[in-house]
């Protein structure tokens, strides 16, 4: 074990190990790297709650180079008593917005100025510096620059882009002409209430406004929830599409494909539905967990077809929950009720009279009992999201790969996550395997009304 290791490891001991809190407030940021031999915040005890400032996800992160991750998530939380092997069960309390304003769209990659990836591997060929730090001069697309020669440095721009505004009680935003969004520009990171340990360039400085006028309905949720994977990983690659990037890339934080295989949480899936009310269930792949969050969009259809939205800042409060014995190799959710495809939501009274009628017609001694859980999937592309999220849902509830194509079918859906590939695999699970597993009284706490 080298030295390196040796502290980190103890470091990660001694956040699992310490005196539990009641609450881990959290406002420190990683610089885009989940690593699991860094020290982790907390521990908060089984039962306990994290308190999150979160800082804009995707654009900000985006356009300044010296982020290794993609994106800027906050300090990994240890949870007290999880161990590998366990799964940690996280109920999003609250998800609150926190900035006035924000800036997005479709992207397109700006050659010259990467390694391989554009989103973890910016690169300064004049000076060969992978990671190059930077500064902001001006407003733009070229006003992020490159410290040491003082020329553009973002690996991105707009193809399409737009600055939103927000009204005061964040319910609906309406995207700027020109004029207001380079006003915004102008002060940025007050627009977007920028969390003070940030170092992400704001993305409202590029004062984007293709879009004018349209209006869309405020709904935030976390684009990444999750735990901390059992090797380093870029943090918006702790997933199975994006974490394909990684897989024989030229820089150096290239894995194989059975490393990502093994090691990733999928703790990026910008799903719609991971937002205040729901359950998350997580896998825990080194000790304490390590929950982390970041990337709040404040709105967003399925599948983030643009490739991004309107990230934001924002304050998150979390409960979490050790579920002792529950080997996960991904996530789980449990939806708020509205968010269930029609086929999954639990039956009504009325619904289970009707049906218990017709079992007696035919001779069935007794309906099932069943209640929805949202199997996540991820992949290269749909199709091997959808196979991957198949495979875990068969494996988990000791099912065939067809017998959850059949629920799926009858009791539930097929739903996009993200494209390229994360997807939900939602079915009615029998309560008797919930229970089984130790997931029956979430779902009975989640469904009961």
Same mark, same amino acid.
């Given at each position: 074990?080298?030295?390196?290791?040796?502290?980190?490891?103890?470091?990660?001991?001694?956040?699992?190990?310490?005196?539990?809190?009641?609450?881990?407030?959290?406002?420190?940021?990683?610089?885009?790297?989940?690593?699991?031999?860094?020290?982790?915040?907390?521990?908060?005890?089984?039962?306990?709650?994290?308190?999150?400032?979160?800082?804009?996800?995707?654009?900000?992160?985006?356009?300044?180079?010296?982020?290794?991750?993609?994106?800027?998530?906050?300090?990994?939380?240890?949870?007290?008593?999880? #161990?590998?092997?366990?799964?940690?069960?996280?109920?999003?309390?609250?998800?609150?917005?926190?900035?006035?304003?924000?800036?997005?769209?479709?992207?397109?990659?700006?050659?010259?100025?990467?390694?391989?990836?554009?989103?973890?591997?910016?690169?300064?060929?004049?000076?060969?510096?992978?990671?190059?730090?930077?500064?902001?001069?001006?407003?733009?697309?070229?006003?992020?620059?490159?410290?040491?020669?003082?020329?553009?440095?973002?690996?991105?721009?707009?193809?399409?882009?737009?600055?939103?505004?927000?009204?005061?009680?964040?319910?609906?935003?309406?995207?700027?002409?020109?004029?207001?969004?380079?006003?915004?520009?102008?002060?940025?990171?007050?627009?977007?209430?920028?969390?003070?340990?940030?170092?992400?360039?704001?993305?409202?400085?590029?004062?984007?406004?293709?879009?004018?006028?349209?209006?869309?309905?405020?709904?935030?949720?976390?684009?990444?929830?999750?735990?901390?994977?059992?090797?380093?990983?870029?943090?918006?690659?702790?997933?199975?599409?994006?974490?394909?990037?990684?897989?024989?890339?030229?820089?150096?934080?290239?894995?194989?494909?059975? #490393?990502?295989?093994?090691?990733?949480?999928?703790?990026?899936?910008?799903?719609?539905?991971?937002?205040?009310?729901?359950?998350?269930?997580?896998?825990?792949?080194?000790?304490?967990?390590?929950?982390?969050?970041?990337?709040?969009?404040?709105?967003?259809?399925?599948?983030?077809?643009?490739?991004?939205?309107?990230?934001?800042?924002?304050?998150?409060?979390?409960?979490?929950?050790?579920?002792?014995?529950?080997?996960?190799?991904?996530?789980?959710?449990?939806?708020?009720?509205?968010?269930?495809?029609?086929?999954?939501?639990?039956?009504?009274?009325?619904?289970?009279?009707?049906?218990?009628?017709?079992?007696?017609?035919?001779?069935?001694?007794?309906? #099932?009992?069943?209640?929805?859980?949202?199997?996540?999937?991820?992949?290269?592309?749909?199709?091997?999201?959808? #196979?991957?999220?198949?495979?875990?849902?068969?494996?988990?509830?000791?099912?065939?790969?067809?017998?959850?194509?059949?629920?799926?079918?009858?009791?539930?859906?097929?739903?996009?996550?993200?494209?390229?590939?994360?997807?939900?695999?939602?079915?009615?699970?029998?309560?008797?395997?919930?229970?089984?597993?130790?997931?029956?009284?979430?779902?009975?706490?989640?469904?009961?009304?």
């Amino acid at each position: 074990m080298t030295l390196q290791t040796q502290q980190t490891h103890n470091g990660v001991q001694a956040a699992t190990s310490g005196v539990a809190h009641e609450t881990v407030f959290v406002d420190q940021f990683t610089d885009g790297m989940l690593d699991p031999n860094q020290p982790m915040l907390g521990p908060v005890r089984d039962g306990g709650h994290i308190v999150a400032n979160t800082a804009p996800g995707c654009w900000g992160p985006m356009i300044t180079p010296d982020l290794r991750g993609g994106h800027e998530v906050t300090r990994p939380v240890a949870v007290a008593g999880a #161990e590998v092997g366990d799964a940690i069960a996280i109920r999003i309390k609250s998800v609150r917005i926190t900035s006035m304003a924000t800036a997005s769209g479709n992207d397109r990659h700006i050659a010259g100025r990467f390694l391989g990836d554009p989103y973890i591997a910016g690169f300064c060929e004049e000076t060969g510096t992978l990671n190059p730090e930077t500064y902001v001069e001006g407003i733009g697309e070229d006003a992020v620059r490159y410290k040491a020669t003082g020329k553009p440095a973002s690996p991105f721009a707009f193809t399409n882009g737009y600055t939103i505004a927000f009204d005061a009680n964040r319910q609906v935003g309406v995207t700027l002409p020109q004029g207001a969004a380079e006003c915004i520009a102008h002060d940025a990171n007050r627009y977007a209430a920028m969390p003070e340990n940030s170092v992400q360039h704001s993305i409202l400085t590029f004062a984007p406004h293709d879009l004018v006028g349209l209006v869309g309905r405020l709904r935030p949720f976390m684009g990444q929830l999750g735990t901390t994977p059992s090797r380093p990983l870029p943090d918006s690659h702790n997933a199975g599409d994006f974490g394909s990037f990684l897989i024989g890339a030229p820089h150096p934080y290239a894995v194989t494909a059975d #490393e990502l295989a093994i090691h990733k949480t999928d703790g990026h899936m910008d799903i719609d539905s991971v937002r205040e009310g729901a359950i998350l269930i997580c896998p825990v792949k080194t000790p304490g967990g390590g929950i982390y969050l970041g990337d709040m969009h404040a709105l967003q259809g399925d599948g983030e077809i643009a490739g991004h939205t309107a990230d934001v800042a924002g304050v998150v409060t979390l409960q979490v929950h050790v579920i002792k014995g529950l080997a996960l190799d991904g996530p789980l959710l449990l939806p708020v009720r509205e968010d269930l495809p029609f086929l999954a939501q639990p039956l009504s009274a009325a619904e289970k009279a009707q049906a218990e009628a017709v079992a007696k017609e035919w001779g069935v001694d007794a309906i #099932e009992e069943s209640l929805p859980v949202s199997v996540v999937g991820t992949g290269p592309d749909l199709n091997s999201a959808t #196979e991957n999220g198949l495979a875990r849902a068969a494996a988990l509830f000791d099912m065939s790969v067809p017998e959850v194509m059949n629920r799926a079918t009858i009791t539930g859906g097929i739903e996009i996550g993200r494209a390229p590939g994360v997807i939900q695999v939602t079915f009615r699970v029998p309560v008797s395997k919930l229970e089984e597993k130790g997931l029956l009284s979430f779902a009975v706490d989640q469904y009961s009304n």
